[in-house]
């Protein structure tokens, strides 16, 4: 905590296209915070393109340590695709350490039905769908993934509509009696018009449950 009495959190982003809806999460639900911010968006280019595991974890790490050496309260990982590397840096510094997916999971899991988790970007598609087996294990909750293919395009094309219409689709395809999880922050950017549209889907906001989380581990 700095001098000033605020939380500060440390924000570690591996995709551009991340950072605007997790601020917008904070600003909605926990604006009293200071957000430090510590990027390598190298890293989605390289799990895109199989860099090996240590390289990725060794980054992972390295951005954490700069954060703590900054004294953050609490560190803040934006980007799905680094599951393990993110796990050994939880287990590496003592202070709270959130994959960006950890807290939506929690809540889709207390909704006790089956689950689908959506992303635009194909490395996490196996890893969340990983990651949440391993979250619900031994609760019977089926879980399908769906990549939602050109919508991270249209988002780095500044298409953001196209973006958003292509997950709207997506979401409208499901059925309205089980979870679904936007698996990615930048897809939080849909999540509104998903509300007003299809009220009637459970559709978890990964940054706002995040956030939420944080919000109560802190205060």
């Known amino acids: 905590m700095n001098s000033q009495n605020k939380i500060t959190i440390g924000l570690i ?11 917008q999460s904070f600003q909605k639900i926990w604006s009293n915070v200071i957000l430090n911010e510590y990027s390598d968006f190298q890293l989605s280019v ?5 860099l090996d ?6 980054r992972i790490i390295n951005l954490a340590q700069q954060a703590v050496n900054d004294q ?3 560190i803040l990982y934006t980007c799905s695709a680094f599951g393990d590397a993110i796990n050994a840096a939880k287990t590496k510094f003592n202070l709270p350490i959130l994959r960006p997916n950890e807290s939506a999971f929690k809540t889709a899991i207390q909704a006790e039905s089956n689950v689908n988790i959506l992303v ?8 969340l769908v990983n990651e949440f087996e391993v979250m619900s294990k ?19 094309g500044d298409r953001v509509q ?27 950017r849909a999540a509104e018009q ?5 009220p009637d889907h459970f559709v978890l906001n990964t940054p706002d449950a995040a956030v939420a989380e944080l919000k109560v581990l802190l205060t």
């Open 120 to 127: 635009t970007f194909e490395p996490s598609l196996e890893l």
């Open 53 to 58: 595991e240590a390289g990725i974890r060794s």
């Open 72 to 74: 953050v309260d609490a």
């Open 194 to 198: 998903i509300r007003r549209e299809m």
């Open 46 to 50: 390289d799990r895109e393109n199989g």
């Open 162 to 188: 196209a973006h958003n219409q292509k997950i709207i689709d997506a979401v409208a395809m499901l059925p309205n009696d089980e979870t679904i999880v936007l698996g990615q922050f930048s897809m939080a």
């Open 13 to 23: 982003h591996a995709l551009e296209e991340s950072e605007e809806p997790i601020k």
């Open 138 to 156: 031994d609760l019977n909750i089926n879980i399908k993934g769906h990549l939602i293919e050109g919508a991270l395009e249209h988002l780095k």
